[in-house]
C-alpha cells in the first residue's frame, strides 16, 4: 500500500467514517472508496457499487469484474455499546468491550457514579438517558444495555433504544423486574413484538455471580447475537411472550 | 473486520514512523474451516516484529518469508495455502481449510 492511500485511510478511520479498500489482486492497484469520492487508482463503476454493498454487509470479499479479481475490505467505524448506568457491572463492561471491537459510551447522570476514576480512559455521558440516547444515535452497529435498576432512568433509555435499528437491547433485572418494565413500556406504545426486542434477564445463562461475570454474560450474549449464534435464538412466539 | 482488539493498521503506522520496512499480509479469501475471516491482517517488519494474525498461527511461518520478499522487491504476492498444497502440508494448516493472503509493502 502506497503511504499516501495508506494515510488517507487512518485519517478515514480516525474521523469514524466507513471507507473500503479495493485492492485489485493482480498487480496490487488500490483505491479508497467512501461515500462520496473514490481516490486512488481506477476503479470500475461495478466494483465502486460492490464496494458500497460490501460496507452495507459489513464483509470483506473477492469480487470479480472484467476478468479481475478485486479484494474489497471494508473498515466501518467499531461497534458502539451504549451503556445506561455507571454502576459496578458497567465498568466490567467497559473493561472488556474494547477487546472485542466496542466503542464503550457510559451515561449516567448521577455524577456521584460516573467518574474518571471509576472509568479511566471511557466515555462518560452525563445527560438523561433520553437526552443522551437522542444525541449518540444508536444505529445498527449499537448495542445498549441498561444498568440503572430505576425506571427513572432505564425506561426512557430503552423506550428511546426501541424506536432505533440498535443491533442489542438488554436490560438488567429479574424476570420479575423485567416484566413490570415491560408493562411500563407497553404503555408507552411499544407494541409485543418490539418490546420483545429487550433481552432480560440480560446477558446468557452461565451462573454469572461477580459483576466481572455478568458482564461477561452479557457480551457473550451481545456477540451471540451479532453472530447470529442457534443459542440465543428465539421463536417469535417465545419471544412475544 | 473492523472489530479487531488489536488495531493492526495502527500498529504498522507506528512501525513506520519508527523507520521500519513494513509488510502488510491479508487474508483475501478462506475455504473450509480457516480460523480467521477475509479481512483479519498480519503486520511484520523487515526486523521481525510481527502484529496481527492470518491463520491460527501455522501459516504464519511462511507468510513473513514471503513478506521478507515482497519488502525486498516492493512488488505484492498472492498466497495460497490449503490441503492440496505441497506448501501448506509443509508449514501445517493443521485447521484443514484453505486460505488465499495477500502481502504487500507499505511503501
Keep these: 500500500m502506497r503511504r499516501a492511500l495508506f494515510e488517507a485511510l487512518q485519517a478515514v478511520r480516525a474521523a469514524k467514517r466507513p471507507v473500503l479498500l479495493a485492492t485489485r489482486l493482480a498487480d496490487g492497484a488500490q483505491a479508497l472508496i467512501a461515500d462520496p469520492g473514490v481516490e486512488g487508482d481506477a476503479v470500475p463503476e461495478a466494483i465502486i457499487a460492490a464496494a458500497h454493498q460490501a460496507l452495507r454487509d459489513d464483509v470483506a470479499r473477492v469480487v470479480e469484474h472484467a476478468g479481475e479479481r478485486w479484494f474489497l475490505h471494508p473498515h466501518n467505524p467499531p461497534l458502539r455499546l451504549i451503556i445506561v448506568g455507571a454502576v459496578h457491572i458497567a465498568q466490567g463492561l467497559a473493561a472488556m468491550a474494547p477487546q472485542l471491537g466496542f466503542a464503550v459510551t457510559v451515561i449516567d447522570p448521577r455524577r456521584f457514579f460516573a467518574t474518571a476514576e471509576r472509568f479511566p480512559g471511557v466515555t462518560l455521558d452525563d445527560r438523561w438517558p433520553d437526552e443522551a440516547m437522542a444525541a449518540l444515535g444508536p444505529d445498527r452497529r449499537s448495542a445498549v444495555v441498561t444498568l440503572t435498576h430505576d425506571p427513572k432512568l432505564d425506561d426512557p433509555a430503552l423506550d428511546a433504544a426501541l424506536r432505533t435499528e440498535a443491533f442489542y437491547i438488554g436490560a438488567l433485572g429479574s424476570r420479575r423486574t423485567h416484566a413490570a418494565r415491560l408493562a411500563r413500556l407497553a404503555a408507552l406504545g411499544h407494541a409485543p413484538e418490539t418490546l420483545a426486542r429487550i433481552r432480560g434477564p440480560v446477558g446468557l445463562a452461565i451462573e454469572a455471580v461477580t459483576a466481572a461475570e455478568i458482564a461477561l454474560a452479557i457480551l457473550a450474549e451481545i456477540v451471540a447475537v451479532r453472530r447470529g449464534a442457534a443459542l440465543v435464538a428465539r421463536a417469535p412466539a417465545e419471544a412475544a411472550a | ?107
Excluded: Q
Excluded at chain 2, 41 to 69: F, K, M, N, P, Y
Excluded at chain 2, 80 to 103: D, K, M, P, Y
Design chain 2, 1 to 107: 473486520m473492523t472489530e479487531e482488539a488489536e488495531d493492526v493498521l495502527a500498529i504498522a503506522g507506528r512501525w513506520v514512523a519508527e523507520g521500519e520496512t513494513v509488510a502488510l499480509a491479508t487474508v483475501v479469501e478462506t475455504w473450509g474451516s480457516s480460523p480467521r475471516p477475509p479481512g483479519s491482517r498480519l503486520a511484520i517488519t523487515a526486523s521481525g516484529r510481527l502484529a496481527g494474525s492470518v491463520s491460527g498461527g501455522c501459516i504464519e511461518g511462511a507468510v513473513a518469508d514471503a513478506a521478507r520478499e515482497v519488502m525486498a522487491t516492493g512488488a505484492p504476492k498472492l498466497l495460497s495455502f490449503g490441503v492440496t498444497n505441497e506448501r501448506a502440508w509443509e508449514v501445517g494448516l493443521a485447521c484443514g481449510g484453505t486460505v488465499t493472503v495477500f502481502v504487500e509493502k507499505l511503501a
